[in-house]
């Protein structure tokens, strides 16, 4: 059987996948079988944050992997408590918690909100607020946060205690915290598959003064906005706020899985021994990866990334076929005359891998992607738009 035969015989059915093969590549340019070449704005949606096969980031795998691969959270890895430290003295965050995925960062951030509400605030203190349009990931939990009808319906029941309230609505929220005791108030600064879009800077600040002032806590789902995605290492820094748990994932291991969620000061002594686990969370070859990423995520690459995103808007806005261009740093979601699917198909017919998020072409290209090589995929982009 040739790969797309095998793949359709035995693989489960949630994707829907685009003809392409990927064999090989090296930064930002990927390979297919028959050796067409192509510009990677996808990065793997957001994880492959140095591109592919990624020197340094390489050799930090292989010489983890030459020492020891995993050894379960019963014992110390060096990796894993050097990036938890990185993380904090990066963020002022207080103390990490290791999964493998977003939406795991984001079941951990959930669960650290409910004993900390239910010990703060009494068992009936458990329901946690998230933004309609929201994406907070698959597993029920995740699924009950996310503020969208569509992902609900055939998997009910979901878990009980999420509310979703409307964006950028403050008088919507208070009413709901007026009726509803909340433990959390859970966001996405930018909300990413909902269509790339970020949340007004004075509802985002209003919203979380209101927490403060109430004993909710704010949590901040990085999962895609994270590590130096946005021009920050973490969107919050520009929406002036300081959630009290940060999960994030996608590119924190630059292709390896890994999730971390970050406990604020105030969270930070809320679990203890057995309260939260995971087998795989903290391994040391993914917490290598994620060193390897985090230490070049600097000042000057957090600028590089702000002016790259700010070259695609000025490049892309009011270009034929272009109704706008939203996002921060390099998220991007580009509103197209056409269709998206139709534009995305375009483009890799002409060598650029695109995304899509709801309506738009969302681009997520690798943070150190070169300019040459990132402005000659927008002209492709560019002339499929028109
Ligand atoms: C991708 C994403 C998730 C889910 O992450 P997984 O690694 O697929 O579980 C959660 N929240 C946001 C904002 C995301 O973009």
Redesign the pocket.
Known sequence: MDLKALDQAYIAGTYKRFPVEIVAGKGSIVTDTDGKQYIDLGSG??VTAFGIADDVWQQAIIDQIGKVQHMSNLYYTAPCAQLAEMLCKRTGMQKVFFSN??????ECAIKAARKYAAEQHGADCFTIATLQN??????LT?LAATGQEQFHKLFQPLTPGFVHVPANDIDAFKAVAAETKLAALML?CV???GGVLPLDPAYVQAAAAFCKENGILLIA?????GNGRTGTLYAYEQFGIQPDLV?T??GLGGGL?L?ATLFAESTAQVFGPGDHGSTFGGNPVSCAAALSILARIDEKLLADVKRKGDMVRESLEGAPGVKGVSGLGLMLGVETEKPAAEVVTACMAQGVLCLTAKQKVRLLPALNIPEDVLMRAIDVLKAACA
């Open positions: 949606i957001g995925s977003g939406a795991e960062a984001n929201s994406f907070h990931g698959r597993t995740t996405e909300q990413g598959e789902d990085e999962v895609q906005t999960a994932a996608k899985p999730g």
